[in-house]
């Protein structure tokens, strides 16, 4: 039995310094998830705390044959998916950029011009998330930050492994569309430039 295995069994049985291992394990990606879904730190802090909350209080709903990251990540996404459609608004005015993803990342990225490219770079991908629906861009965060594979993204979401194949070349093609529209054109790598 591992670790984790075991803080979840003391955890069941009410152990809540158990619990805050588990919390001290996962509250980085827990946090990263939420942040890239509202784009905002001080909600990603709140959705954090509130998705380990709901873990705390669903801990007898967890089924050990499935990964206990899926479970919780799932928990966490559900409830920003819940927010942003409270909200009833795109997310358009990003205060706070997204962190890079390591595709941006350059190595020759020391001096002022390739930090400001890289800078613009992060702005346009951040303003095209938030152009995308709730479930595509959840679909789209999933796969490409967090590299969870389809089989997980689809447990998270509740769905089938085709539906989110199909979300996520939706998704593609809408932020192909989107940045045609706002003037970017494709470079010969395939990635959008302006």
């Not at 984790?4 to 009410?14: H, M, P, T, Y």
């Not at 390739?114 to 999933?142: F, T």
Request: negative net charge; glycine residues 4%; contains cysteine.
């Amino acid at each position: 039995m591992n670790e984790e295995q075991v803080w979840l069994d003391q955890a069941r049985r009410g152990d809540k310094a158990a619990f805050g291992k588990i919390i001290e394990a996962y509250q980085r990606p827990v946090y990263n998830l939420a942040y890239r879904m509202l784009s905002n730190s001080g909600e990603a802090e709140e959705a954090a705390q509130e998705a380990f909350i709901r873990a705390y209080t669903r801990l007898d709903s967890y089924n050990p044959n499935h990964k206990f990251s899926t479970w919780l990540l799932s928990i966490t996404s559900n409830y920003c998916i819940d927010l942003i459609r409270k909200r009833r608004a795109v997310l358009l005015n990003i205060d706070e950029p997204l962190p890079p993803h390591p595709a941006l990342m350059s190595e020759k990225s020391s001096g002022p011009e390739p930090q400001l490219v890289q800078s613009q770079q992060e702005d346009m991908v951040q303003r095209l998330l938030a152009e995308l629906a709730p479930e595509y861009r959840e679909a789209v965060v999933l796969r490409y930050w967090h590299e969870l594979s389809y089989d997980e993204i689809a447990e998270m979401m509740d769905t089938t492994v085709s539906a989110i194949k199909s979300r996520l070349f939706r998704a593609r093609k809408q932020l192909a569309e989107i940045g045609v529209a706002a003037g970017m054109h494709l470079e010969s790598d395939g990635a959008l430039a302006s």
